[in-house]
């Protein structure tokens, strides 16, 4: 858009959403930009469909532990915090009062979005909300087959193969599945999912890289049609949050 079609825009729409991904290792099977490239597709669907305004994205996240893996860039939280409020300060001068915070790179974004989003609440005025795919889609996760949530596990490979096939390698997806770290669940849909997730070092994945490839989980249960049905329930629950804050 230019600044003008921007202005038009910005009279009609009361919603703009902000895909926050990160660019980090996704395995020999998937593209490093895999949790913006989510992000950005389900922020597409959502916007053609309910009218909202979409912010180019941001393409990095808080990834210290992919280090161990080449191409991953990790920006720091505290930075992030000041990046995403900046953001949504700028819009916010410019008009826009209601964000969508959209997520791509799971439990290891969400912390830091949460303190920009209640800043800029308290600060400009704004309403925001996060959604978070993951959270979003926890009735259907089982009925699917994907295995346990991990790290270019079968949930993200088969959104890829749905959305980016020209990008992804199925043919070079291993499965790699570590052992569960007793009371300390981050699978969103697990009945005893805790929250109380920390991201391991890069030394740690280091010393797994050569048998995991950078996989946590079961991608070899992915599938296109999988990621079909799962982006396509996804892009109903973004369109109602949307509708409902353009409803006031």
């Known amino acids: 858009m230019t600044w003008e079609e921007f202005r038009e825009a910005r009279e009609r ?16 099977h998937l593209p490093i930009g895999t949790d913006s490239m989510v992000a950005i597709t389900l922020a597409e669907d959502a916007a053609r469909r309910s009218g909202a305004l979409i912010a180019p994205p941001l393409w990095y996240g808080w990834s210290p532990h992919h280090m161990a893996l080449d191409g991953t860039i990790t920006i720091r939280a505290e930075v992030l915090i000041e990046l995403l409020y900046d ?8 008009g826009l009062k209601k964000f969508v915070y959209l997520n791509g790179h799971r439990l290891v974004n969400v912390v830091w979005m949460q303190i920009a989003a209640e800043r800029a609440q308290r600060l400009l005025g704004v309403e925001t909300v996060i959604f978070d795919p993951a959270y979003m889609s926890k009735e259907i996760v089982d009925g699917l087959e994907f295995g346990p949530v991990g790290h270019a596990d079968a949930v ?14 199925p043919d070079r997806a291993r499965d790699f599945v570590p052992p569960q770290a007793e009371l300390y669940s981050v699978d969103p849909h697990y009945a005893f999912d ?8 890069a030394a740690k994945l280091a010393e797994v890289a050569p048998v995991s490839k950078g996989v946590s989980g079961r991608p070899e249960l992915a599938s296109a049609e999988k990621g079909r049905i799962y982006h ?9 949050v949307i ?3 353009q409803q006031g």
């Open 87 to 94: 953001v949504t300060e700028c819009l916010a001068r410019h």
């Open 13 to 28: 729409s009361k919603v703009v959403i902000v895909p926050v991904g990160s660019t980090e290792q996704h395995g020999p």
């Open 243 to 245: 509708e409902r804050m």
């Open 232 to 240: 396509e329930h996804l892009v109903e629950r973004l369109v109602t």
């Open 156 to 169: 993200e490979s088969s959104h890829m193969y749905a959305r980016y096939p020209s990008l992804c390698k």
């Open 194 to 201: 805790t929250l109380c997730y920390v991201p391991s070092t």
